[in-house]
């Protein structure tokens, strides 16, 4: 069965540190990996996404990942952490099942706190 | 450009009342899905359109909720009769269509089933 995991509910991190929001997958077949982030009483916000090529793709708010396939994760980076990116933070998959258009799955989400 | 646009943002119902959402997609978008997101879970995905079509409603609980795309641009998702386990945040998202696309993700609706 596909699925996503995010190992972690809740990842706290003091301001001005490096964050990581681990993500893994199980798939058949190439995954399309996506990341978004949730703030309270908001929608998902799209942040970044690896489709194919360099494993270490950047997105908004100076937010990265690294796709790693012998792994099998795709955690989400950034080399500083602000107050503001506290929020829920959510991976997601794509598969391209032999008789469906196409199915999208969501992680559990993690909390990530950044303390000042 | 404008965003996924959704209404109502909240709602509060008794059990067995009926209840519709309603979804304005970003324009030119051929994708729409209607997300059910518990709290404390990630969305989980109820029903997804091409243009006017449905392409996946396996997990649509279609024996109370509904869902219509009517001209292949806004979308309404319909609950009859609610339940309480039905009390969530509905998302709307759409996308242009193509396999490695972006969703792009109103603000969804909090609906409350007392």
């Known amino acids: 069965a596909q699925s996503v995991a995010q190992p972690e509910d809740q990842v706290n991190v003091a301001e001005g540190n490096p964050l990581t929001v681990k993500c893994t997958y199980s798939?058949?077949?190439?995954?399309?990996l996506f990341w978004y982030v949730q703030y309270p009483n908001r929608g998902l916000q799209f942040l970044l996404k690896?489709?194919?090529?360099?494993?270490l793709v950047k997105g908004s708010y100076g937010f990265e990942a690294e796709f790693n396939k012998s792994q099998t994760s795709f955690h989400l980076k950034k080399p500083s952490a602000l107050v503001s990116d506290s929020a829920l933070y959510f991976c997601?998959?794509?598969?391209?099942?032999?008789?469906?258009?196409?199915?999208?799955?969501f992680g559990s989400g993690t909390k990530l706190n950044v303390k000042p | 450009e404008a965003g996924v646009a959704q209404s109502p943002r909240y709602k509060i119902i008794e059990k067995r009342q009926s209840v519709a959402f309603w979804c304005n997609p970003i324009?030119?978008?051929?994708?729409l899905y209607w997300y059910q997101q518990i709290l404390g879970q990630g969305p989980k995905l109820l029903i997804q359109?091409?243009?006017?079509?449905?392409?996946?409603d396996s997990q649509l609980p279609k024996d109370r909720f509904s869902a219509e795309r009517l001209k292949g641009v806004d979308s309404t998702l319909k609950i009859q009769p609610a339940k309480l386990e039905d009390s969530a945040v509905y998302l709307c998202?759409?996308?242009?269509?193509?396999?490695?696309?972006?969703?792009?993700f109103g603000p969804g609706t909090r609906l409350t089933v007392l």
């Open positions: 997601a998959v794509r598969v391209l099942p032999l008789y469906n258009f196409n199915k999208f799955y």
């Open positions: 998202a759409s996308s242009l269509g193509g396999y490695t696309d972006t969703q792009y």
């Open positions: 690896y489709i194919t090529g360099d494993n």
């Open positions: 324009s030119g978008h051929a994708t």
């Open positions: 359109f091409q243009n006017n079509g449905v392409v996946d």
């Open positions: 798939v058949s077949g190439n995954p399309y």
